[in-house]
């Protein structure tokens, strides 16, 4: 272990105890454990590991590569380099979902249902506008 890195824990909490990893939507209150690093993109120092809750502020879908991506204040984090609190942050679902993510119970899950169900129709309209481009061909003009 590096003199960055500090043992974290990086399993459901009482608080976040609900499984959402691939299923995180505007306002759930989340946990999450991210990698830290230093240095560049082709050479990258791993520094220690960081676990995050946040608040879901937004989510969206990027238009070409379809790729989640979220919009989240922190409430609390700890671990390599903490986050400051209140601070937004965008992460890619992806990175998100890496190690399991937690959420928190909603005062009433059932309107959590609806966010999911909307969140999963976009994702599936923005899968269906990839393959569609895909079957296209790379000559008409896209990037």
């Known amino acids: 272990m590096s003199d960055?890195?500090?043992?974290?824990?990086?399993e459901p909490t009482e608080e976040f105890c609900i499984p959402c990893t691939g299923d995180v939507v505007k306002d759930d209150k989340i946990r999450f454990t991210e990698g830290v690093f230093r240095g560049s993109r082709k050479n990258p120092e791993r520094l220690g590991d960081r676990t995050?809750?946040?608040?879901?502020?937004r989510?969206?879908?990027?238009?070409?590569?379809?790729?989640?991506?979220?919009?989240?204040k922190v409430l609390k984090s700890?671990?390599?380099?903490p986050l400051a609190k209140d601070r937004n942050?965008?992460?890619?679902?992806?990175?998100i979902y890496r190690f399991g993510t937690f959420r928190k119970a909603w005062k009433s899950e059932s309107c959590r249902s609806p966010a999911l169900a909307e969140k999963h129709d976009r994702g599936?309209?923005?899968?269906?506008?990839?393959?569609a481009r895909r079957e296209r061909g790379p000559?008409?003009?896209?990037?």
């Open 4 to 10: 960055y890195e500090t043992e974290i824990e990086t």
């Open 52 to 57: 995050v809750e946040a608040i879901v502020l």
């Open 59 to 72: 989510d969206s879908y990027g238009a070409v590569k379809q790729q989640h991506t979220f919009t989240l």
């Open 78 to 81: 700890e671990g390599c380099q």
């Open 89 to 95: 942050v965008w992460r890619k679902g992806r990175n």
């Open 124 to 131: 599936d309209k923005a899968r269906a506008v990839r393959d």
């Open 139 to 143: 000559d008409d003009g896209n990037p």
